[in-house]
């Protein structure tokens, strides 16, 4: 994971990667996302430069930013230092600290695993973070990749 760490923390302009948010499908997810109650404590795993934060931040009352690329999240609180969001450096495969933590979790082109088994224990720690009854919106890239050379 070192070197998708090390790509990740080099990538300057993180919306030229996987930009949803840009397009009309920023608008979707935000127009679903709105469909929670704002006392929702959530979280966006995968967070990278950080451009939903300020959606999340002005709609629910507590706001988890999680990457494990120290340089994203560096990014991430430049464009959205408030004081309802936490910021961890964490990487999706041990979610531990945040165990049943939020009432939604969010993750839109984040989940790029290197392997299938990567891809299963992510998803397996992004549903552990949530509470009973808790929800997970989530954009998937294309996995064609994995798929191909698991």
């Known amino acids: 994971m070192g070197d998708a760490r090390e790509f990740w923390n080099s990538v300057d302009d993180y919306g030229r990667v996987f930009n949803v948010y ?12 709105k469909g929670f109650p704002s006392g929702f404590a959530v979280a966006d795993f995968g967070c990278g430069h950080g451009h939903l934060l300020p959606f999340l931040s002005s ?54 695993p290197e392997t299938v088994a990567d891809a299963d224990k992510i ?16 954009v998937l890239p294309a996995m064609d990749v994995v798929i191909y050379f698991a």
């Not at 840009?22 to 996302?33: F, N, R, W, Y």
């Not at 969001?85 to 969010?106: C, E, K, T």
Request: hydrophobic letters at 45%.
């Open 22 to 33: 840009d397009s009309g499908t920023a608008e979707k997810i935000k127009a679903h996302l």
């Open 59 to 112: 709609r629910f009352e507590q706001v988890i930013a999680v990457d494990f690329a120290e340089k994203c999240l560096a990014k991430a609180k430049e464009r959205c230092a408030v004081q309802n969001i936490g910021f961890w450096q964490l990487d999706m495969r041990d979610l531990s600290p945040l165990y049943g933590a939020v009432d939604l979790a969010v993750s839109i082109n984040s989940i790029l």
């Open 123 to 138: 998803i397996s720690e992004i549903f552990k973070c949530l509470k009973r009854g808790g929800k997970f919106v989530g």
